[in-house]
């Protein structure tokens, strides 16, 4: 029987992964609110994240659908 | 906004339970250990702020009616005058960083080329309001919170499974996926924030009609700025752009909505 933490892993990490890929934006906002002054990827009275950022963020997303799909031919 | 300050603080208790109990801290442990954590964090933001934009300071001699409107602003909101700076941002921007008493304003070398003197003055006075309202602090400190629950949460998955892969995976994707739920209710208390700095600048300055014109001006200026790869790329952020989950997870609000609460 499959183990309930992977398929939690699997449900879980494709989820997240689906996030980064769709809204790459805000991920990158979630992890700098705070840390780093708004908008510098954008305009004033924005909180626009630059296209770098984006990419590297659904860069990631595809890399957890990825371990996610590899957790699958575990079960 | 209490209700969302209620939520954040029993996402922090429910961590240091956990701390508590798991680790076998003492309670002032925690707190000394989330003091210092969140201070780091603010200490090191505010550097990294600065230097992410390579601010340098402006000084008297070469922008004194900038110096001048900023005294008279904090005079007015009863702040002390907080040191400004200038970048090179490639857009139009501002922000402040730091605290009420050791505060910095930075406005980019674009925004005083785009806005004519009076818009000028309603941006510096939205920034000051931020300012003299702590939101910078709280903003570090609801990001602090956040980071705290998922590093709980991340430990918490990782010293009750047997340290597979699974496992691994498992205590990564949780910690970003509680910090992201926390940071919806930080976010809920910094959009509100900025519609409260809005006001202040308003009040300030007499009128909302000049920051209300340089949002305008910004905005409209940004339209058909995205070249072809922004295109491309945006195309694929189906929720990024504004509805559900992007609203949730914005620090500010719709800039149109903003400019017509300014006219109001």
């Known amino acids: ?75 | 906004m209490a209700i969302v300050g209620s939520i954040l603080f029993a996402f922090y208790a429910v961590a240091a339970v956990v701390v508590m109990g798991v680790f076998q801290w003492p309670l002032w442990l925690v707190l000394v250990g989330s003091v210092l954590f969140v201070g780091v964090q603010y200490k090191i933001g505010k550097w990294m702020a600065l230097r992410s934009v390579g601010a340098e300071d402006l000084s008297e001699e070469r922008a004194p009616d900038l110096h001048h409107r900023v005294e008279s602003l904090s005079r007015d909101m009863g702040i002390d005058k907080p040191r400004l700076m200038i970048a090179r941002m490639g857009v139009p921007n501002a922000f402040a960083v730091g605290r009420k008493g050791a505060g910095t304003v930075v406005v980019s070398e674009e925004l005083l080329r785009t806005l004519d003197d009076a818009e000028v003055e309603g941006v510096l006075a939205h920034e000051l309001a931020h300012i003299r309202n702590r939101d910078v602090v709280m903003m570090v400190l609801g990001q602090g919170v956040a980071s705290i629950v998922a590093i709980v949460a991340q430990w918490a998955i990782l010293m009750t499974g047997d340290n597979d892969i699974a496992d691994f995976f498992l205590a990564i994707v949780v910690g970003q996926l509680t910090q992201m739920l926390v940071m919806v209710f930080v976010f809920a208390i910094s959009r509100y924030r900025e519609y409260v700095a809005d006001g202040d600048a308003a009040a300030a300055i007499g009128t909302g009609e000049p920051l209300a014109r340089a949002l305008e001006k910004i905005s409209r200026g940004a339209e058909g700025r995205d070249s072809e790869v922004d295109t491309q790329v945006n195309a694929l952020c189906i929720f990024d752009g504004r509805g559900g989950l992007a609203n949730l997870l914005s620090t500010h609000p719709p800039v149109e909505k903003r400019i017509e609460r300014l006219r109001r």
């Open chain 1, 1 to 75: 029987m499959a183990d309930v933490r992977t398929l939690l892993a699997i449900v879980l990490g494709a989820l997240l992964g689906l996030v980064c890929v769709l809204a790459p934006g805000a991920v990158v906002r979630v992890q700098t609110a705070g840390r780093r002054p708004d908008g510098t990827g954008g305009e004033y009275g924005t909180d626009t994240v630059s296209t770098r950022w984006k990419r590297v963020v659904q860069a990631l997303g595809i890399g957890c659908l990825l371990v996610a799909a590899g957790l699958v031919t575990t079960l």
